[in-house]
């Protein structure tokens, strides 16, 4: 049993920072520290990939009278998300000019074809502003700060130097880039001027949890702490709670 922010952490090599989770199900910015996951300063935001991917169907609806766009396989919304997709480093300005716009066509097969303008960045952009769903919580920029700001104050420079990206909706283009900015601008709001965000963002961080477990499984230490077949046989369920208490 682990935490995957630990793990996340641990994909790059490090036992303490803060882990920048956004798959698909939920997002979440957890401190950790010497290996151990602080969850009174953790923060969870309800917006990931599959909300996006509808949000995704919901502006082509809204954008063309094709019926067959409401039809669409998931799947196909969701190749058309990570495919064509990115995110604004200047959303209210992108939206308002639509030459910033960059429209691409998406081949659906069977000689039909649908077309992307400002769809490909207003997609992931309720990553950072959930209210664009009706959400009142902030995005993830923000409780990534929150959470810098729960731990003692003579961690949070230790720990904002190594902050950790991981899980496929970060993958988005421009994602690390608008993440940074807004980090550094919510610091500068808040009197946090000598806190420099570090954002590690690895090519391969939508499967930085499995790279972590990896790693830690492999550790010679980690082995005192496997429960075998046999053991399980010999001594039942109460075993569980022994080597996972």
Known sequence: MASTALLVLCSVGAFSGLALEAGAGVCHATPVYAGHSWHKA???LDVAGSTLSR?????????GPDHRLQALPHKIITQLKKRCCYVSLDFEGDL???ARHHPVSFSLGSGCSVCLGRERFCCPEPLFQPGL??????GLPILAFRALQRVPATLQTRLANTM???GGSTLFPGFPERLELELEAQCQRHGCGTLQPRLVAKPGR???????????????????????????????SRLVHEVFH
């Open 164 to 166: 950790v990206l991981a």
């Open 133 to 138: 769903l009706g959400q009142a919580e902030p």
């Open 42 to 44: 953790t923060f969870r």
């Open 206 to 236: 939508g499967t930085a949890v499995w790279t972590g477990g990896s790693m830690v499984a492999s550790l010679r230490t980690f082995q005192c702490r496997w429960m075998t077949r046999a053991m399980y046989q010999e001594c039942g």
């Open 55 to 63: 949000y995704l169907r919901d502006l082509l609806v809204a954008a």
């Open 96 to 98: 308002c000019n639509p």
